[in-house]
């Protein structure tokens, strides 16, 4: 199988070495022969992928072994059974940088061995023991607010046209709130309306709202991106018309309490401070307020606003004790995460959809339900109509069409590499007489400004 680095590595040989050491390190003394040995083959395979690239990113996503984001073939039952020994574990990433040194590995292989799922995060123990080059993914902080990026509040390619619609009513929406008048339950139910029959069912629309947002999307974008992926999760699971509309409603005022926050709180660069913190995690409570007082809304609207950023094991915020939130939060946390990760954040770059899914993966069960969270990857594709990608091959494409059952391997039209003129339709799936895949999606590329993905998904 080609990857699309100039010498290719086994992911596999890296994590079946990581997977013996631990097992050696808990069984055999430190200096034992045969750990070195170990060592020794897990450094050289790295080694090899290492002289060419910065980082080894090794992630397993829904049982696939994927490096550097291409999927790598995992058959065969050792190898099944590895991959569930590191999701027994909790694992699901880890990433070697380059200046990696042996005894790295066997720290993290000593960790692996002790470790139970307690503690201190996973990044913070690791650091503990001296380890810089290797990162174990479990957890990510969503939130870091290290960087200082200046994103436009909004988007600047042409939208959909009911999209467009909706994001301006609501942008009316969150002023209103903001200047303290009252929420007009009128224009909410036409929005819900609007976003139910006209834009939950654009392919347009879904593309834009799935795919990367190079836009700092301030609370009216991100409230109806919210809405139309809530809707998207709540048919999948069965709602019925009703409780869609319920749920769309809530979704679009989930964060309406944001409208009470001071704008540089919400959109400050670099560490909170504890003040500063408790002010934005105030956005659920003053959010049910505001909504609790709004006559003629769902009953369970202010419900979803409070509960929003709490977690399945009732972890989160505001503190409520153990109360495990209603099912339509769990539902608006999942599009919710979805969309603040794929999202510019003044702290943050916009994540692609497949890494995004990834993110996900490793809050399920701690945060988010997991089967929601399987259901919305499922529902999902990893390369959404209108992304732009580029292939193993260093084509680059848009994506129109998806293949059922195997959504890695999109239909593209593939663009010059210049001018974005659009050329040939690709078929990614497409495999060689030996049953390999021609090519595969090595990574999403922002789209430029003034491409008409609309056109030509149009088109398509
Ligand atoms: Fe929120």
Redesign the pocket.
Known sequence: MSTPSAAPVDPLAVLKGLAALRRLTGTYPPGHPMIGQKLKEIGDASAAHLQHSEVLRIDVIRGDVFLDSVPTSTEGQANQQLIAQLAALGVDSIHITRGVELDEFLSVAEFLWQFNGSGDSVAYQLAARNVRHISVGRLVPLDTRWRAQQWPDAPTAPLDADYAESILRAQQTFEDAAAGKPIDVVTVRDLVQLLIHKVARSNAALGQILAVKQYENLTYCHSVNVSVLSLMLGKQVGLDETTQAALVEAALL??VG?TQIPLEIVKKPGVLDKNERKTIES??TLGAEILVQTSGLHPLTPTIALE??RGVKGTGYPDLGNAIPHPMSQIVSVA?IYEAITGARTYQDPTPPERACLIMARLAGEKLNTALVKTFVNAITFFPLGSLVRTSRNELGLVIATNQGDPLHPVLRLLDQLTYEPTDRLNTALRDASGTYERHISQSVPVPEGLDVRGMLEAA
Do not use: E, R, S
């Open positions: 989930h964060d944001k956005h659920t929003h950023h919710d």
